[in-house]
């Protein structure tokens, strides 16, 4: 049972480049979520969805899209990367009830310069 | 605006001694508090929640404590010891039973054998 996977650990980008991180869940969780972290800061949520086809913004969605085509897989795409950009990225997965919490991918950690 | 602080970044305690990381909020209609672990390299790590509706949650060594009057909630670890070492985030999710989680910065524990 792998749990939540995400693709690259790590990634280098320059300005203007674009990416997708990758997140895919074995669990049969309904929901799942994107975070970043920056330095010295807490998780700050970027995009969530609550199932197949529907995807929602959360706190700092701008300079990201997402797509949830199925239940596994939840990428999280920059189109535009910006020096902004630089943190550690979460992906999480859960089922719908919040007392258990989430389960969190190991991050990717991206560098944009 | 946080909504969630953790206000102590840092906090060492020996082993074999209780640690005592801190929670205030400002919203009072979250409902639901989750305490979160972070190692290194490493996505967090769900530890133990408590619904509004109650005042202390147990799981082993670990004991949350929600007082909703002062908005504030604590994590006892008893006792402590050195594999504790991590970040400790505090969340906050309103909305009933599946809501977005919102982080605190974090308190990084270090146990000191």
């Known amino acids: 049972n792998a749990g939540v996977t995400q693709t690259p650990k790590f990634r280098i980008l320059k300005i203007g480049q674009s990416m997708t991180l990758q997140c895919a869940q074995d669990?049969?969780?309904?929901?799942m979520y994107w975070y970043r972290q920056d330095p010295g800061m807490g998780l700050k949520l970027i995009y969530y969805?609550?199932?197949?086809?529907?995807?929602d913004k959360g706190e700092v969605p701008n300079g990201y899209n997402v797509s949830r085509s199925t239940t596994e897989d939840f990428p999280l795409r920059l189109e535009l990367a910006a020096p902004s950009q630089t943190s550690v990225y979460f992906c999480a997965s859960s089922f719908p009830t919040i007392k258990n919490g989430y389960t969190f991918g190991s991050g990717t950690r991206l560098t944009v310069v | 605006d946080q909504q969630v602080k953790q206000n102590s970044p840092s906090l060492s305690v020996q082993e074999g001694r209780i640690s005592i990381l801190n929670c205030d909020y400002t919203n009072s209609m979250f409902d639901y508090f989750l305490w979160y672990k972070k190692y290194p390299a490493e996505g967090p790590t769900f530890l133990i929640s408590?619904?509004?509706?109650?005042d202390k949650n147990e799981d082993g060594r670990f004991t949350v404590f929600l007082n909703k009057s002062a908005k504030h909630l604590s994590l006892h670890i008893v006792p402590s010891q050195p594999g504790d070492s991590a970040v400790y985030f505090c969340?906050?999710?309103?909305?009933?039973?599946?809501?977005?989680?919102?982080f605190g910065k974090g308190t990084k524990l270090s146990v000191k054998p």
């Open positions: 669990m049969n969780h309904n929901y």
């Open positions: 969340a906050a999710s309103y909305g009933g039973s599946q809501g977005n989680l919102i």
């Open positions: 408590i619904s509004s509706i109650k």
């Open positions: 969805s609550v199932g197949a086809g529907i995807t």
